[in-house]
């Protein structure tokens, strides 16, 4: 019977992360994405409790009243499983839709002209509508921020990198269970995607871009409403 044991631990060099000290967008073509921020995820209740996450609520709101404010779009994914879910052998059960767990911490809730997208794997693009939401909107541009970041937030920076979405990640608006799983996602998101890194504070609206623009017809779900699942 095969055994395993522990690979060798090499001395390994571990390059610099860029951290931009600003970034400019215009909110006509940018949107906010809030990756997960549910209660299995942040309250210290939660099935799977990133302790990390708490202290990365005060900057993801502060983005989306940023947001808000400009007129810029605000996404939400939530996690959302069935309650036989296979992903449930990997990681135990978690955010099982309909439960408190599943719950967007209320914090961080959904504003009324918010879009909410259920999803069923880490990353926010497979088995959801999130790039048709996105490109008939004219989207352009993706800062994503939430939990956890080598989990479904690397995953979905990923996936929207390959669809040549330009990434900009917060770098204090994400978290992760350990300090080398967030290094080690900000680097693959920064090195290989070319995603901008930057810290939540250093982002900001373009305003004349933001004062000229012209809202036109679009839908106004109601509070918390929920795109597939």
Known sequence: MAGTRALDRPTIERP??????HVDVVPATAALLIVDMQNDFVDPKGSL??????????????????AHAHGMLVVYTQDW?????????????????GTWGAEIVPALAPGSRDLVVRKPRYDGFYGTALEHEL?????????????????CVLH???????????????????????????WAALRQISFLYRGMLVRSDGISVEVFASAGRTMGPQ?????????GG
């Open 219 to 227: 839908r106004e779900p109601k509070r918390g409403s929920s795109i």
């Open 156 to 182: 979905t920076a990923a996936s929207a990198a390959l669809r040549w979405f330009r990434v900009i990640v917060p770098v204090d608006a994400v978290s992760a269970l350990t300090e080398f799983d967030q």
């Open 49 to 66: 409790s990133v302790a990390s996450a708490a202290a990365t609520v005060p900057p993801i709101a502060r983005l989306r009243d940023l």
């Open 16 to 21: 610099d992360l860029t951290v931009e000290s």
């Open 81 to 97: 499983h069935g309650k036989d879910d296979p992903e449930f052998a990997i990681w135990g059960r978690h955010a099982v839709g």
């Open 135 to 151: 490109r008939w909107r004219s989207i352009g541009t993706l800062i994503i921020t939430g939990t956890v970041s080598n989990i």
